[in-house]
């Protein structure tokens, strides 16, 4: 909370339970003002209350100050009085009044199923790695508060590798608390095997047979859930199968084949609010599909849904990204689709290597359409978390790199 300017209001200092204090930054947070402009709307609505309230437990009660209108302070302290309360009784009723009177807004969900695609056909840019932080971050409880990094530096083309470091600038705001599914697309299975999962087995049901029309039950029952007690039940994944391999073997004999991945996944959207499809380093079929998947459906707002291009910031990501926008534009042009991009994630940086790096990024940011949404450092917390098999957010929630996934969530959400 920032003070305000001098003169407008005073500082008060009281004590207030560590228990209401977090609840009151939570949904404070939650609802998008102040601490100082809820403690002042407790405050009146409680002196204008005609009796009084049923006592607070203030046991334990700690430290709060906060800043409140001239004069509020010395009125509420002479009300509390008259009542026979104490101050620090009158105020955890105020407080408690105002989150009675304010309760949690629920989660905003869309109105159409977001899909991302995630994608480059250059290997090693870290899809795998945007696709799992990106789904954390959106599944994150929103009833909870979770760093979130400030996007000042997209305004600006150079980044130095201190402004990505442990202190970088970040605020603490409610999870988004979305229903996510993340898909691996992938056959190499990274996706899934970093998140502690097996493939599917070659000699089962798998995303592959259900494209192909060769489906041998519910797509519903491969889906699994992503471990972490910060994603609730929200976060699930389709993990992958190595018959991938030969999916756009599969693909060319069948029927209106760019649309056989949403006649997969068609079944499950009710159960999401954003499915994320992890693509494998291929300008083949099963991309076409992908970024079919992904196209402007009737009704749907541009930017509900789109690409996602992950790139690094050295020339081979420049050549790679030539390539993918032509295949994009391609698709646009003879299958007559409203395909958005939703912007461009600049991965394992690090201003340390020079000026292949530093140039590179500013090339990137100069990009106006698609804009770069993301800003990801080469760090060794992903690395450590891929080890172990744990998703970022939950073994390292506060990392510089969890912190950068959770902003560019809400940059695309």
């Known amino acids: 909370m920032t003070s305000p300017s001098s003169g407008e209001r005073e500082k008060v200092v009281s004590k207030l339970p560590s228990t209401l204090q977090q609840e009151l930054k939570i949904r404070t947070a939650q609802h998008g003002i102040d601490i100082q402009h809820a403690v002042e709307a407790g405050i009146e609505a409680w002196r204008s209350l005609g009796s009084n309230l049923s006592p607070v437990d203030t046991a334990g009660a700690k430290s709060f100050s906060t800043w409140l ?34 309760p949690a807004p629920g989660v905003k969900r869309p109105v159409v199923v977001k899909r991302f695609i995630v994608c480059n056909q250059k290997g090693g840019v870290g899809k795998t790695a945007i696709t799992a932080g990106t789904g954390q971050a959106l599944a994150e409880d929103s009833d909870r ?38 898909v691996d697309f992938d056959p190499q299975g990274h996706l899934t095997k970093q ?35 910060r994603f609730g039940d929200r976060l699930h994944l389709l993990p992958s199968c190595t018959d991938a391999f030969l999916l756009d073997v599969k693909l060319s004999g069948v029927r209106a084949r760019e649309a056989a991945l949403e006649r997969a996944l068609t079944p499950l959207e009710s159960d999401y609010d954003v499915i994320l499809i992890d693509c494998p380093p291929s300008l083949g079929l099963s991309m076409d599909a992908a970024a079919f998947y992904g196209r402007r459906r009737d009704g749907e707002d541009p930017g509900n849904s789109g690409i996602l291009v992950v790139v690094q910031a050295e020339d081979s990501s420049a050549d790679a990204y030539g390539l993918l926008t ?69 073994y390292a929630p506060r990392c510089t790199q969890s912190v950068a996934m959770r902003a560019l969530a809400r940059e695309i959400a």
């Open 69 to 102: 209108p001239p004069g509020q302070w010395e009125d509420f302290r002479e009300d509390c009085s008259h009542r026979g309360v104490s101050l620090v009784q009158g105020l955890a009723q105020s407080v408690s009044l105002w989150l009675d009177t304010n």
């Open 195 to 229: 998140l502690g999962h097996d493939p599917l087995p070659l000699d089962g049901d798998s995303l592959t047979k259900h494209m192909g029309g060769d489906a041998t039950g519910k797509l519903s029952d491969l889906v699994v859930t992503v471990d972490g007690d």
């Open 326 to 394: 032509s295949q994009i534009n391609d698709l646009r042009t003879d299958m007559n689709l409203e395909l958005d991009y939703l912007g461009i994630v600049v991965n394992h940086y690090d201003a340390r290597r020079g000026y292949i790096a530093t140039s590179s990024l500013e090339s990137w940011m100069a990009i106006r359409d698609p804009r770069v949404v993301g800003l990801i450092g080469d760090l060794k917390e992903q690395k450590e978390a891929v080890r172990v098999k744990q998703p970022l957010l939950d």
């Open 145 to 182: 508060l979770h760093a979130v990094g400030v996007s000042k530096h997209f305004a600006h083309a150079r980044v130095d590798a201190e402004q990505l470091g442990d202190d970088a600038a970040h605020e603490q705001l409610p999870g988004l608390g979305l229903r996510v599914l993340l």
